[in-house]
């Protein structure tokens, strides 16, 4: 079964600073990685995903990830941060194949400091 | 970009009582869609998966008769919270699949329903 590990239930970090958002995934076969942020009373907005290709992927907003298969992760960055990115950070995982349901990490919360 | 509508933002319910949450693609057809239930500071929750036209598939544990997912249509699904009870309070956002082949990865997300039952 597939799972997403987020060790960090929150983040903090100075604005213009850089930020890492971790996240480590198991999935059987080659995974689909997805980023989302929420920010209050909101639905999910997507930031980027990694599907094949190159392992560094350029989303919204300045992110980035980086895929590393060989440590199964995936984190979240962003190198200079702003007040403004403080939110709710998820990552998600689903195997290939069909219209298969994503299974998210518990969540890391960014609070970027003015 | 594919948007997905989710109507109301907000409802407030009388316990026992019935709710409706509506969740529209815009501008796509979504084949597949998603519920999820978020509690206070937790992930997402994964309820049921609909896919149009057929009956829903819902996680263990879900209660099926208490929760109704329709997806009758490739624009239209719908959750009917069913003699809701204060338990039920939460924040419910849908997502869709989108069908096309150029985008047959993605997923989009309402914006979500905050229910609070009394």
């Given at each position: 079964a597939q799972s997403v590990a987020q060790p960090e239930d929150q983040v903090n970090v100075a604005e213009g600073n850089p930020l890492t958002v971790k996240c480590t995934y198991s999935v059987s076969g080659n995974p689909y990685l997805f980023w989302y942020v929420q920010y209050p009373n909101r639905g999910l907005q997507f930031l980027l995903k990694y599907?094949?290709?190159?392992?560094l992927v350029k989303g919204s907003y300045g992110f980035e990830a980086e895929f590393n298969k060989s440590q199964t992760s995936f984190h979240l960055k962003k190198p200079s941060a702003l007040v403004s990115d403080s939110a709710l950070y998820f990552c998600a995982v689903r195997p290939t194949g069909g219209f298969q349901k994503l299974v998210f990490g518990t969540g890391t919360r960014l609070l970027v400091s003015p | 970009g594919a948007v997905v509508s989710q109507h109301p933002s907000r409802v407030i319910c009388k316990s026992g009582t019935s709710v409706k949450i509506e969740c529209r693609s815009l501008d796509f057809q979504a084949t597949t869609m998603f519920w999820y239930r978020q509690f206070p500071k937790q992930s997402l929750m994964l309820m049921a998966t609909s896919n149009e036209g057929s009956k829903a598939t819902y996680e263990q544990g879900v209660e099926k008769d208490k929760f109704l997912i329709n997806?009758?249509?490739?624009t239209l699904s719908t959750l009917t919270v069913t003699?809701?009870?204060?338990?039920?309070s939460s924040f419910y956002i849908c997502s869709a699949s989108i069908a096309s082949d150029r985008e047959y990865y993605g997923y989009t997300f309402g914006s979500g329903t905050r229910l609070t039952v009394v």
């Open positions: 599907i094949t290709g190159d392992n | 997806h009758a249509s490739l003699s809701a009870h204060p338990e039920d």
